[in-house]
């Protein structure tokens, strides 16, 4: 009865994957080209990293392998969901380090333009959002159509066979877990390192002193290091020549790093400076005024993110900077007000010390062609995967 079962279900999957849900549907490659009202009704009060402001910003500094294309779906006229995408040039080297034997023959030879349902430079979910009165589960069956609906369009550019969705939290798991009834593979990645920071902390202080001694002390030495080795700490404007040093820092960290879906180029940081205000800052190490280190922050909500580092790895193997960099982003979170920081993924213990605790997070992949799709998901299995380490940080 259970493969019997698994056939009838398989049938049924069939059917609803070619059955339309009877929903309107604009799509665009431009941002502008969608009406403010119809966009902004449903992206407002949900991540910045929807807003048009910083969408626009990413459209104008997109990295070379990406490009952007936008959804909203209507019922009765009305805007219910509404989707953010990039169209990449992905490789299997990019994805996961190639190694060897046949796991890496394959990331060494994958080659394919994926259709991203997210931001590849940011972690979250960061590409869809619902109207309020939208059962979720329905907005999700609504997203797997959409993105369909875009991958047939994209035939006159190149196939698009490859469709990723990115970054799911445990807290919208259970909802979006119906588009695998459209072939869509649930991976889970490396955690997201999230430090709460709770209604009694409103200084950088308040946050050390509710520290255990063996952390509190640790923060400190590294703050009187680069004291007295003549290290400032500042917030700092961004202009072309600004924009230009943190992207060469930014590289420095982008070329260690295992998985590089999309590199930055430069204006980006410039780009989002312009267009978030307040909502953004750039806090840097300098010494002498050379620049050792930097750290940007925006502020999604009541959330700090940190958002991207560059280290001078030189100066770093003297020196504490990139540890200092996570305190400052704190440090920053606290002044905006937020009740948490998040670091994202990569140097988990780092941020362990600091307080922050793992929040699991999924992707959901799928490809056109079945023994693909099934490739697809070994291919993701090798991607690096750690676990956070346990740490009691705080003061009981």
């Given at each position: 009865m259970k493969i019997i079962d698994k056939v009838k279900?398989?049938?049924?999957?069939?059917?609803?994957?070619?059955?339309?849900?009877?929903?309107?549907?604009?799509?665009?490659?431009?941002?502008?080209?969608?009406?403010?009202?119809?966009?902004?009704?449903?992206?407002d009060g949900n991540s910045i990293f929807l807003s048009r402001t910083d969408l626009e910003a990413i459209e104008a500094n997109s990295p070379e392998n990406?490009?952007?294309?936008?959804?909203?779906?209507?019922?009765n006229g009305e805007p219910v969901v509404i989707a953010a995408c990039q169209v990449a040039e992905i490789t299997g080297e990019k994805l996961a380090q190639a190694g060897n034997g046949i796991k890496g023959a394959i990331a060494r030879n994958y080659k394919e333009r994926a259709l991203v349902c997210g931001n590849l430079l940011s972690s979250g979910l960061h590409g869809v959002a619902f109207a309020k009165a939208l059962d979720p589960?329905?907005?999700w069956r609504i997203v797997a159509e959409m993105l369909y609906k875009i991958r047939r369009g994209e035939k006159l550019s190149g196939n698009v066979d490859f469709?990723?969705?990115?970054?799911?939290?445990?807290?919208?798991?259970?909802?979006?877990?119906?588009?695998?009834?459209d072939s869509y593979r649930r991976i889970q990645t490396d955690p997201s390192m999230v430090l709460e920071l709770g209604?009694?902390?409103?200084?950088?202080?308040?946050?050390?002193?509710?520290?255990?001694?063996?952390?509190?002390?640790?923060?400190?030495?590294?703050?009187?290091?680069?004291?007295q080795a003549g290290f400032e700490c500042s917030k700092i404007e961004i202009n072309t020549a600004v924009d230009k040093e943190l992207h060469r820092l930014y590289l420095e960290v982008e070329k260690k790093s295992s998985i590089r879906s999309a590199t930055l180029p430069i204006g980006y940081f410039l780009g989002l400076y312009n267009a978030l205000g307040d909502n953004f800052s750039c806090i840097a190490i300098k010494r002498n005024n050379l620049m050792a280190g930097f750290v940007t922050v925006i502020m999604d909500g009541n959330e700090a993110v940190a958002y991207y580092i560059g280290?001078?790895?030189?100066?770093?193997?003297d020196y504490p900077i990139y540890f200092r960099l996570l305190q400052l982003a704190i440090e920053r979170g606290?002044?905006?007000?937020?009740?948490?920081?998040?670091?994202?993924?990569?140097?988990?213990?780092?941020?362990?010390?600091?307080?922050a605790t793992p929040v699991d997070t999924?992707?959901?992949?799928?490809?056109?062609?079945?023994?693909?799709?099934?490739?697809?998901?070994?291919?993701?299995?090798k991607a690096p995967f750690d676990t956070a380490p346990e740490r009691a940080v705080t003061k009981l």
């Open positions: 279900d398989k049938s049924q999957r069939h059917i609803e994957r070619h059955a339309t849900l009877g929903y309107q549907y604009l799509f665009a490659e431009s941002i502008g080209f969608i009406k403010h009202c119809d966009w902004d009704g449903i992206a990406t490009s952007q294309r936008y959804a909203v779906a209507y019922s589960e329905t907005g469709v990723l969705i990115k970054d799911i939290k445990e807290l919208e798991l259970e909802a979006s877990q119906i588009i695998e009834r209604n009694a902390i409103s200084s950088f202080d308040d946050y050390i002193d509710n520290l255990r001694s063996k952390y509190r002390a640790k923060i400190k030495k590294v703050i009187t290091e680069l004291e280290v001078d790895y030189q100066i770093n193997s606290i002044k905006m007000g937020c009740a948490r920081v998040s670091f994202g993924r990569t140097a988990l213990e780092p941020k362990a010390n600091l307080g999924f992707i959901y992949a799928r490809h056109r062609v079945a023994v693909v799709n099934y490739i697809v998901r070994q291919l993701f299995k």
